[in-house]
Structure formats: C-alpha cells, structure tokens
Nanobody, 119 residues
Framework: QVHLVESGGGLVQPGGSLRLSCAAS????????MSWYRQAPGKEREWVAR???????NYADSVKGRFTISRDNVAHTVDLQMNSLKPEDTAAYYC?????????????WGQGTQVTVSS
C-alpha cells in the first residue's frame, strides 16, 4: 500500500508564494509519475503538473511559468513551488502517485491541502 501526505497549504495574498510538499511512503516503485491536482469549490478536480521518475515535467497552461514541480527520488517527496499566486489558484491541492505495473496503472491520492489566495 502507498500513503501520501500533503503539507504546506495556507492563506497567502495575491502575488505571494507557497510551497506544497507531498511525502510518499509504502511500496513505492522506482518508475512512477507524481502529479499535483487541485479542486476549487463547485468545480471538478483539475490536473496542475506532473513529473516522471525520469525527470520529464508538464504543466497546465493556467500555471505554466508560475509553478514548478520537483521531486526527491530518495526521500520520495514531490514539491510544488507556487509563485505569483492568483485568487483563482484557490483550491484544495492533491498529490497523486501513479505506477505502471505490467501495463496496469495503479494510482494513489493524498488527502489534500487547502490553498487560499486572498487579500
């Protein structure tokens, strides 16, 4: 079993920064993809960024240039540095780990951490 725990959320003013962290524990395979998603009230969960174990990164257009995803493969953590935050970035942020085992995708989610951008 895999367990994910997010931290680092909070209240920040527009233009400010926050750094989210996700710690993974359990049966973690070396080849996996770690991602961040977010869900605002009344909206569907949306993908924000992903980072493969090989180092490839992708970002949603809405955060490109402002957010940076990084990982520590030894410590099994993935961080999301969020700069130039906007009120529309307000959401619960979730960490996701996906593992491909013989063509079958297993995914695990954290419990989420709240980010509120407001003056």
């Amino acid at each position: 079993q895999v367990h994910l725990v997010e931290s680092g959320g909070g209240l920040v003013q527009p233009g400010g920064s926050l750094r989210l962290s996700c710690a993974a524990s359990g049966n973690i395979f070396s080849h996996n993809t770690m991602s961040w998603y977010r869900q605002a009230p009344g909206k569907e969960r949306e993908w924000v960024a992903r980072l493969t174990s090989g180092g490839a990164t992708n970002y949603a257009d809405s955060v490109k240039g402002r957010f940076t995803i990084s990982r520590d493969n030894v410590a099994h953590t993935v961080d999301l540095q969020m700069n130039s935050l906007k009120p529309e970035d307000t959401a619960a942020y979730y960490c996701r780990l996906s593992i491909n085992v013989n063509g079958v995708i297993y995914e695990y989610w954290g419990q989420g951490t709240q980010v509120t951008v407001s003056s």
